[in-house]
């Protein structure tokens, strides 16, 4: 049985879109059984008004509500307050904890539960400093979700924090020491990001290789054979992985969770393990679905801008999703309206398949350069798995045989082609001895 909610924002000039609240209430089980807006300045005590408060509890009563679902960053004093107001024990969830709990509910890997918990603890520390101070006043902070001042609770927190970090720390860089065997294996790695929704899984199924995942097993165990693409928020928590061809190229393709706007540091800074794979791609996909309305895409790529700005060290190409959802003049006004944002983006229906085509292309065109290089190797018994060995980490454009010698001609990133000079060096050594 789903819990009920009613759904609020407040905001400080204009009207308050309720679309994406909504759908996050129901991405955490909630089924959503009312609507409340408001627009004016924060009340420090309330976040809504007085007044808008006794709406919201006879809103609450009407609809026989168990949670007021707030899409606003709501204090600990505030939710104290408001939770006061309200009948039947009705909780107050702000936005990030809603976050939370959608995460918890989708988090299936070690590593995306650690980053979930890291994510609670640092909401929650701050909310256990308002337990001390309304303890220390006498006011009993069980009421409405802030549970019973504990004094060596804040100690903990930040301990299991700290414990933490460091279990993650430790997955990173193990993360980051595959990354580092995946590239001179051959592989580049790109990955997709977006806001949620935005068609990235459904992308990654048309990109990918199925038959090479397979071929790949041993060598990479972490790979996944699938990739959801639900249409519902936070399908991808975790990553996923998988192979893909350009042409030349062999690419490690990682979806990665969907942004969301107005994420607090804290919330992006605990997801960063995941994030990383975004920050230390050779390219990142950023996928965005046209079919919003301008101002709502532009939003979002500010948001996925932000997101990355201060850590991404790839180039970004933007990807227009859901063009089977515009019409050519919708889609050019958009292109047009968003060219700061998004220059050069790339057109497709990820549902479709319609341009993947040009997509690959373009992934091509934009991973880093690969160095050539041509290689005169004796004909010995160990030649021609060196020979094998190149095929598998470069692009191979020529390749002749003579009694005495093999010449091979590839492209490969710089650190296969030293790794090659290096075996060709030792070959032409045991033929010399």
Sequence with gaps: ???????????????????????????????????????????????FGE???????????????????????????QMYNVGSKLPNEAEVVDRFTLILDIFGQRAQTKKAQLQVELAELRYELPRAEAKASLAKRDERPGFMGLGEYDESREQDIKAQIARIKRELDAIAEKEETRREERRESGFDLVALAGYTNAGKSTLMRQLATDLAVDE?????????????????LFTTLGTTTRRAETGTRDILLTDTVGFIS???????????????????????????????????????LVTCHDTLYERNEAPIVTVLNKVDKVDSAE?????????????????????????????LERIEAELPDWQHERLLLPMTEETMSLVSWVHDHGHVEREEYDDDHVVVEFDARPSVVEQARS??????????A
């Design 262 to 300: 107005d994420l607090p540091h804290w919330l992006v800074e605990s997801f960063k393990s995941t994030l990383s794979d975004v920050y230390r791609a050779d390219l990142v996909l950023l996928v965005v679905d046209v079919s919003d309305p301008v101002e709502e895409i532009r939003q979002k």
């Design 51 to 77: 007044g808008k408060v006794e709406e919201l509890a006879a809103l609450v009563a009407e609809t026989d509500a168990d949670a007021v679902v707030v899409d606003n960053r709501v204090g600990p004093y």
């Design 216 to 232: 790949n097993d041993d060598l990479h165990p972490d790979l996944d054979p699938t990739a959801e693409s639900e249409d519902r």
């Design 331 to 359: 889609l050019e006004e958009k292109k047009r309206a968003l060219s700061a944002l998004a220059p050069n983006p790339v057109v497709v229906s990820a549902r479709t398949g319609e341009n993947v085509d040009a997509l």
């Design 1 to 47: 049985m789903s819990r009920r909610a009613v759904v609020g924002k407040r905001v400080d000039a204009g009207s308050a879109d309720l679309s994406e609240i909504r759908d996050l209430a129901r991405a955490a089980g909630y089924e959503v059984v009312g609507e409340l807006t408001q627009t004016r300045e924060e009340d420090a005590a309330f976040m």
């Design 423 to 432: 075996k060709a060096g030792e070959l032409s050594a045991i033929e010399s």
